[in-house]
Structure formats: structure tokens, C-alpha cells
């Protein structure tokens, strides 16, 4: 590592014009921050070759003079760590943080001062602004952020992006195009440079601030774009503050970006104290009928949420090792079209037939706990008025985990103000990002962990509130159910490299009935081989994962069912071994010790779109000198998505880190396995 001054910061200039440089702990990667443009600006080289050419750095305010032209660097200020902490569930239990920093402070002589704090990684990038508190700035509303992201040879860049501020919110398939084609998109966004060095862009620690869109207003130049309140102001703060971290992650291969803890490190530590009522693991529910029209959300003789249903779902989960029962349609609200139903919801009043209290007793007697399920229908005033009371009912019922929602289109969030105003913000707005933030904190008093569906986007705060345990915000398996189109193959080895590397998804994935409404490829259905379905429990993370299909589906394929039962949802260590945006992934997962029995297991999970593909894997990240039985799960023979999803060939072999593993996946296939330590 280099360890002298020079290397780590550098600084030069005159009395008109000063630039400060900023290197990675392994001097791959250089920040060169500067005034001598218009507007502050910085740029970024990868490896001796420019990644960000200088982009503008600075805002815009309703009533204050903008912070841009005529702001010089006044100080500096430089730091260097590398240090590990713990996470109390994740990916990998042990997380390094190795970076050098530099405080750069711009002023300007008519008034006015703010700092840029960057970070270098050895994968990447972190700044953001802090803003003291300063004369004239008591009160401020920010109209704009100018932060530019001004990729290099943006021409020949490709890009993998999804729309942002659409109705859909985050769940739309994902786009493969030349980056200049990119529109306004969401974050993390991605892209290969014709370098074939790999970059994401997203952010860190969102609190307290509107979301970043990036905005491509030239070609290549893409600027933070703050989703608005819905009076047109992006950001409301008063006195000092900082923002989020504006993350650039980058790397020679497409794996570096998913290797990489550069939006965990970024957050702050812990605030919650002693979270070890905090439980990673795998639940089922009554969910998939309701969407494939076998059962509803709403009272009736097809109602799902009954206590008799319920109880078959516990006995199924007691037997098969699984965690927790969700169950969503139980409090009075769903009846008619729920979906504008945010008005009435109850948050403790459930339906005759849905006796909680014997539910509670029931779950105890067989170590099963009902999961909680809060959908709001955007109404978030009504959710807010009851959320007090709804946890403390589910905390009373043995309830330590709560899936909630937030189904309305993007823009249509409902907020009764002061006044007593209906107001309509975006999910992604500093009033919902806030929201979001209250329900997770007021649920940690009472011990109970957060599922957000339709949520704000994954910034890693799991990591400061780890009840935060799993979020959607991305294209998920229902659309598989109902979605025209549904999923197409290549949506999970997207997913891989652009949602995912936000943190833990509630995609719901295991579904082993594929022709629920026909097979072929134009019915909405899974469009994976049931190997794949396997193969997304290792690929996909989420300390939480569902066995999202009916029971029957599953005892009537038992071989295939117990790698669903066997698999942890909590690790050791993850590796991204392999992979292409949108083509394929290859992960290996070390599962977490917990007791003397648990710890010594590897599982691997692999995927691939439509091309059906042979890959070959070195199983070097094994221990050394131990063999490990290989329980392989992967598509058979004739196996294909469209019409032979369910072709599955399952072997066992010892294995050792000294071998190699040829997979065989087929369109739309993968390979799941279990190397169980002998």
C-alpha cells in the first residue's frame, strides 16, 4: 500500500486557479478536483485513462446565489483509514474499508462556502457536499443540484438503464442501449466504456434529501436530476447539512462492480444498538394465488387470508423448515379495487374470518411466526395516523417482520399537509424518503423488521438500521404472473449488475409450476427453466427469501424442493465468480456460522438469458485440503424455457478447490448447488 503524503493527495496552484488530486489506496484510481473551469469541477481517471472527464460540481437555490461561478478552494483536508467492521447479516460478515479522503472547501469573496469530501476506493468513488451553517443560508430550498457526470468517449459506451420518474415507479424491464440514447434514468446506472471498463453510478445514505435521477442534458453528460416535492422544490433544509454520497464504482470487469462495498462503506454505523432480534431467513405465504387468480386479497369464497388457510400454510412451514407465513389480506380495506383503496385501510382491524389471536397461538405451538403485511395504497397520511398502533398490535401477535406497501403510480403518493391539503409526491422525493426512514425507525422500538415494497431505492442504510432487512425496487416475480410481458431471461442476469448492486431484493423467487397459464413463450409465466428458479436463492440476495409458489407445487417435485430447504439466506462471504450485464452470473456464497454445526457449506448459484451456455468454474474458492460433497441441481439434457422448463438433473459428487465444474445451462437455464463440507 502506499503510504506517503505526496501519493495520497497532491495539491497545486496559484492565487487564481488550484487543483487538488485524490488517489486509490492502490494508485488504479485518480480524482483531480479543480476551480479553474467556471464552476468548481472534478474528473476521474481508471488505470492511467480518463473515466469522468471535469464535471460541474455545485447548486442552485430558490432564494440564494447559486453556488457555482466564483468559488474558489479556500482549504483542504486529508485522511486515509482502512479499517474492517461487522455487519450482524449480509453478504459477508467481515467488511473492509480501505480509502483515502480529501475535504476540499470552495468560497467565494461575495459570500457563501460549502465542502466536497471525496473518497477513493480501490473500486471506486464517493463525495458528497457538506454545507455549514452560514449567514443568509438559515433557510434554504435547493432548485438544483448541478453534480455532472461527464463520461468519456461517451459515444462508444453501452448502457443498461431504466426510466425514471415513469409511473411504474422502478419496475420496468431494463434497456440496452448506447449510453448517449440514455434518457432521464434511475440509479444505479450502468455502463461499459469502449475501454471495456465497467461503471455504475448510484448513492449512498440517502437521509433526509431528495433521490438522484441522472438527466443526460448533452451527449454523455449526465446531471443529478433531485426528484421533485410536488410544489417543484427538489430539496428543504434548514442550517448545516450534508447530502448523500454521489457513488461512482468502477472496474476492469463486469464482477468488480458487484464485488464491491463501496455503498456500504459509505454509511453510517449501527444506530439501533443490540439487533440480534434481527433474523435473516426464508418464509412462505399466501401471496402467488392471489396472483394467478386462485385466491383474493378481498373477503369473499375465495378469500385467502383465512385462519384455516393460514394454519395450512404454518403446518406446511413447520415441517419444511421455513421461518414465517406472509400473509397479505387480512385487515379490512381490500375489498372492490384496492388499488385506490388507501383511504380506508385498517392497520388493526382484521376480517371475520382472519382470527389473529389463535393465529398467534398456533404460530408459537408449531415455531412458526405470522409476517406482517402493511399495503397502503399510497395513502400515507391514513398509514402514518395508524402506524403506532398496527405495531403494536403485530408485536403483541409474536409479529417481528412487516412487508409493507406502497402501490400508487409514481408522482400519485397521497400526503394530507398542515392545511389539510391532499398533496401527490413522488416515492423517491425528500418527503417519502423521510417517510420511509420514520416507519423503519418506529418499528425498531418495537423490534420489528422492515420489507419495503414499492420503496425508495436501496442506499445501504441497512447498514445503519440493520431492521431494514429487504426491500423490491425492481421488476419482481409477479409480473411473471400477470406482467405483459413478463420478465424476459435476461432481466435476472440484469438485475445482477444494476438493481442489485443497491442492496437485498424481495424478488420472491422458487416458483416450480411454470404453466399456470400454458407454456410456450406468449403467456405470462416464468420464463426460466425450474434450474433457474434454484439457481436465483444464491443469485439474487436477500437475508429474507420467500418460497414464493403454492405448497402442492412443491411436494409434488420434492428432489428439486430440497434445495430450497437447504439453502441459508445469511453469509460468510460472497463472490461474484463470473458474468456479463445481461448474460449471465456466476456467484459463490459461503453460508454464516451460527452454531458448531452451521458454517462449513458453499452454495453456487448460476444463470443465463436466452443463449444457452457452457461455463466452466474453478472451485478455487473452496478451502484447501477439504472435500466437499456437491449436490447439483441443473438443467437437464433437453431442458428449454419456452416448452421443457422442468427438465432438472440432479447429481452428487466429491469435489475439492483443485477442481472444476463445467455447467451446462440451458436457454434461460442455471445450475444451483449445495457443496456440503465433508
Known sequence: MRTSALLLFAFSGS????????????????????????????????????????????????????????????????NTQNTQWQQP???RQIVTDNHNEVAITFKKPQGGVFTVKFRAFNNGVGFRYEVPKQPGFENIEITKELTEFAITDSQSATAWWIPARGWNRYEYVYNTTPLNDAPLVHTPFTFKNKEG???????????????????????????????????????????????????????????????SDIILNLNEPNKLGDVSWVKPGKYVGIWWGMHINTQTWGSGEKHGATTQTTKYYMDFAAEYGFDGVLV??????????????????????????????????YGKQK?????GHHETSGNVTNYRNQMEDAFALYEKSNVSQVKTGYVADGGNIKRIDENDIARHEWHDGQFMVNEYLYNVKLA??????????????????????????AREGARGQEFNAWGTPPNPPEHIPMLAFTRMLAGPMDFTPGIFDMGFNGLGDDTNRPQTTLAKQLAL???????????????????????????????????QQSIALDGEVGDFIVFARKERKRDKYSGNDWYLGAVTDEKARTIEVKLDFLEKGKKFEAHIYQDGKNAEWKNNPYDLDIEKRVVSANDKLTLKLATSGGTAIRFKAL
Not at 45 to 58: E, T, W
Not at 206 to 231: C, E, H, I, K
Not at 367 to 371: D, K, R, T, W
Open 15 to 78: 492565487c487564481f486557479a488550484q487543483t487538488a488530486t485524490l488517489q486509490s489506496p492502490n494508485g488504479n484510481i485518480k480524482i483531480t478536483i479543480s476551480d479553474e473551469l467556471t464552476t468548481p469541477s472534478y474528473s476521474i481517471d481508471f488505470k492511467n485513462k480518463p473515466v469522468i472527464n471535469h464535471s460541474a460540481l455545485g447548486f442552485k437555490f430558490k432564494q440564494q446565489a447559486p453556488f457555482s461561478e466564483g468559488f474558489k478552494i479556500t482549504h483542504t483536508q486529508k
Open 89 to 91: 447479516w449480509g453478504e
Open 197 to 259: 471498463v465497467h461503471v455504475s453510478i448510484h448513492e449512498a445514505a440517502l437521509v433526509d434529501y431528495a433521490g438522484m435521477t441522472l438527466n443526460q442534458r448533452r451527449p454523455g453528460v449526465f446531471q443529478a436530476d433531485l426528484t421533485p416535492w410536488s410544489d417543484g422544490i427538489a430539496v428543504k433544509k434548514q442550517g448545516a447539512f450534508n447530502t448523500p454520497w454521489r457513488t461512482i464504482q468502477i472496474g476492469s470487469k463486469a464482477v468488480d462492480l458487484i464485488n
Open 328 to 361: 397479505e389480506g387480512w385487515n379490512i380495506g381490500w375489498d372492490g379495487d384496492w388499488f385506490f383503496n388507501g383511504d380506508v385501510f385498517s392497520f388493526t382491524q382484521p376480517y371475520d374470518d382472519f382470527d389473529i389471536e389463535e393465529l398467534t397461538r
Open 367 to 371: 415455531g412458526v411466526q405470522l409476517i
Open 444 to 469: 425498531a422500538k418495537h423490534k420489528i423488521s422492515i420489507n419495503t415494497h414499492e420503496p425508495i431505492k436501496d442506499t445501504g442504510l441497512r447498514r445503519t438500521y440493520p431492521n431494514w432487512i
Open 537 to 571: 436463492y444464491v443469485v439474487l440476495y436477500s437475508p429474507i427469501q420467500m418460497a414464493a409458489d403454492l405448497p402442492k407445487n412443491y411436494l409434488a417435485k420434492p428432489d428439486a424442493f430440497q434445495f430450497i430447504q437447504d439453502v441459508p439466506t445469511d453469509w
